[in-house]
């Protein structure tokens, strides 16, 4: 079994890449509505604080996918 280290550092195959940065995108998304400069409704603050961990869980699973396995 490899290490998390080698795993990370590997070839990511195409869907991962994909998945990591749809995951990156929510993420960011999620932490420009939280950090927004206006006051909005709690549920929406809500709603970005779940995407922004989605977002982090699937960039972190995507990155140590491996090709060849």
Do not use: Y
């Amino acid at each position: 079994m490899k290490g998390i280290m080698e795993r990370a550092a590997a070839p990511t195959p195409k869907f991962f890449k994909r998945l990591r940065n749809i995951g990156l995108v929510l993420a960011a998304v999620a932490a420009s509505v939280a950090a927004a400069p206006v006051a909005l409704p709690a549920g929406v603050i809500k709603i970005a604080g779940h995407l922004a961990v989605a977002g982090g869980v699937a960039g972190a699973v995507s990155q140590t996918a491996v090709e060849g396995e």
